[in-house]
Every structure is written in structure tokens, then in C-alpha cells.
T-cell receptor, first 119, second 110 residues
Framework: EVQLVESGGGLVQPGGSLRLSCVVSGFIFSPYEMNWVRQAPGKGLEWVSFISGSANTINYADSVKGRFTISRDNTKNSLYLQMNSLRAEDTAVYYCARGAAVDDAFDIWGQGTMITVSS | QSVLTQPPSVSGAPGQRVTISCTGSSSNIGAGYDIHWYQQLPGTAPKLLIYGNNKRPSGVPDRFSVSQSGTSASLAITGLQAEDEADYYC??????????FGTGTKVTVL
């Protein structure tokens, strides 16, 4: 079964840091592009970051550029998001999502992990 | 990042047809990038509903279809069913090297 499982969420103070992980199973991880997408409480989806299979190409949304770092370890079937200088507006459920092999749709999603930034 | 604009809500009776619009710009939909649609049932993660040119993942009924023209796209649901009550999002690539999502539409089955 193809599966993405996020972890690392929790409560953090403004200005703090947190590292999210997404462990995948059921498919060969290395060829696939991966993304992080977030959803603030009661709000819509916001794309956060993209990483190619080889990690040669990385992109970020303007809202997180310079604060968040996406990475992957293909030997561990894992995707990461290092989040620094967290702000209240970063409070959201964070999903990892697989980029489809052919189209650039996000064809598989994890269940999400909640990040709350509050003092 | 730019966003794609959707109506906040649409509703219809069981069996009816509803459509959800998705309006973008020349840097995303108008640039010819594929449009994808996602369904998010209450309390769950989004699920890919339709991708590319009316392609459906396994298990998605053909009651769902899409169309596109210029800088806009639309998702149509025919034969509306209670299980279709959910939030729907369009998504595209943007020439700013990012991805953009629509603002989301809540579908209510009356």
C-alpha cells in the first residue's frame, strides 16, 4: 500500500524551530518529486515547498522562503521540512504530497501533522 | 504567490448538476499549465480527483468532469450525491516556479 506518514508536529513558541518528517512506503521513493502543503485552521490549501527526486531542484513559497528548508533522504525513504523563525501565521496542518510521475498533480497525500505556533 | 479564485460555496439537490469555477491568470491557467482538482472530505486529507485533461484516478466516478478555457477552468459534478459533500480545490503550476491552489469551494448537498 502506498503511504505517506508525517510526524514532528506540535506546539512551538514564536521564533522557534521544528522539523517535520514524512516517511513513505509502498513505492520507490527516489524518482518522485515531493511537496509540502499546509492548511491553516478553517482555511484553504497553500503550497509550501517542492523538491525534485534528486534534490537538484528546490522551490519555496514566498511566505516561507529563507525560513523553511526542504530536504530528502532517499536511502531512508524520507522527506523533511526544517522550519525556523516560526510565526503565528505558520500555524497549520502540514501535508506531504507526492508529485505524480507524469502530470504535476499531487497524487498521494499524507494524513497531515499539526503545527501550532503560540506563546 | 498568486492564487486561483473559486466561489466559496455551491449547493444542489441530489441528482442535480453543479459546477465550480476556477479563475487564474496568464501566469498559470492562461499559460497552458495543467489544472488539477482535489476533493477534501471533512476532517481528512485532500485527495486527487481529476488531473490533466479529464483524467481520473482509479475509483473516481465519471460524474466528475472538467473543462478549461483561457484563464479559467471548471469542475462539473453531475448526478450529485450526498457523498460528494466536501471541499474542492483546483491547482496549477505557476510561471513563478511555484504551485498555486484555488481558494476552495464547499459543496453542499441539499
Amino acid at each position: 500500500e502506498v503511504q505517506l506518514v508525517e510526524s514532528g508536529g506540535g506546539l512551538v513558541q514564536p521564533g522557534g524551530s521544528l522539523r517535520l518528517s514524512c516517511v513513505v512506503s509502498g513505492f520507490i521513493f527516489s524518482p518522485y518529486e515531493m511537496n509540502w502543503v499546509r492548511q491553516a485552521p478553517g482555511k484553504g490549501l497553500e503550497w509550501v515547498s517542492f523538491i525534485s527526486g534528486s534534490a537538484n531542484t528546490i522551490n519555496y513559497a514566498d511566505s516561507v522562503k529563507g525560513r523553511f528548508t526542504i530536504s530528502r533522504d532517499n536511502t531512508k525513504n524520507s522527506l523533511y521540512l526544517q522550519m525556523n523563525s516560526l510565526r503565528a501565521e505558520d500555524t497549520a496542518v502540514y501535508y506531504c504530497a507526492r508529485g505524480a510521475a507524469v502530470d504535476d498533480a499531487f497524487d498521494i497525500w499524507g494524513q497531515g501533522t499539526m503545527i501550532t505556533v503560540s506563546s | 504567490q498568486s492564487v486561483l479564485t473559486q466561489p466559496p460555496s455551491v449547493s444542489g439537490a441530489p441528482g442535480q448538476r453543479v459546477t465550480i469555477s476556477c479563475t487564474g491568470s496568464s501566469s498559470n491557467i492562461g499559460a497552458g499549465y495543467d489544472i488539477h482538482w482535489y476533493q477534501q472530505l471533512p476532517g481528512t486529507a485532500p485527495k486527487l480527483l481529476i488531473y490533466g485533461n479529464n483524467k481520473r484516478p482509479s475509483g473516481v466516478p465519471d460524474r466528475f468532469s472538467v473543462s478549461q478555457s483561457g484563464t479559467s477552468a471548471s469542475l462539473a459534478i453531475t448526478g450529485l450525491q450526498a457523498e460528494d459533500e466536501a471541499d474542492y480545490y483546483c491547482q496549477s503550476h505557476d510561471s513563478s516556479l511555484s504551485y498555486v491552489f484555488g481558494t476552495g469551494t464547499k459543496v453542499t448537498v441539499l
